[in-house]
Nanobody, 122 residues
Framework: EVQLQASGGGLVQPGGSLRLSCAASGFTFDDYAMSWVRQAPGKKRQLVAANGFNGLLTYHAESVKGRFTISRENAKNTVYLQMNSLKPEDTAVYYC???????????????WGQGTLVTVSS
């Protein structure tokens, strides 16, 4: 059974940092591209970041470039999202997702985690 367990969300003040983690199981992690997608209340899902199976290919949405960084540790079957300089508009539920291809993980991933809530507020 495929599982993607996201963690690390919480309440943080504007300008603060959080690191999200997503632990994967049930598939060969090294063979899969990973992504982070967020959904704010009343808004559509937005791709935040993605990386290829070996981490060399990466994508970050314009709205988070320079503030967020996706990375992965294949030995631990885990993908991370380091979020710095957080803004209130970053408030959302953050989901990790997986797919066999880098292209598809950015548009229609096969596997989804349960999400972790990030709230940026003073």
């Amino acid at each position: 059974e495929v599982q993607l367990q996201a963690s690390g969300g919480g309440l943080v003040q504007p300008g603060g940092s959080l690191r999200l983690s997503c632990a994967a199981s049930g598939f060969t992690f090294d063979d899969y591209a990973m992504s982070w997608v967020r959904q704010a209340p009343g808004k559509k899902r937005q791709l935040v970041a993605a990386n290829g199976f070996n981490g060399l290919l990466t994508y970050h949405a314009e709205s988070v470039k320079g503030r967020f960084t996706i990375s992965r540790e294949n030995a631990k079957n885990t993908v991370y999202l380091q979020m710095n300089s957080l803004k209130p508009e970053d408030t959302a539920v953050y989901y990790c997702a997986a797919d066999r291809t880098y292209t598809t993980v950015k548009v229609n991933p096969t596997y989804w985690g349960q999400g972790t809530l990030v709230t940026v507020s003073s």
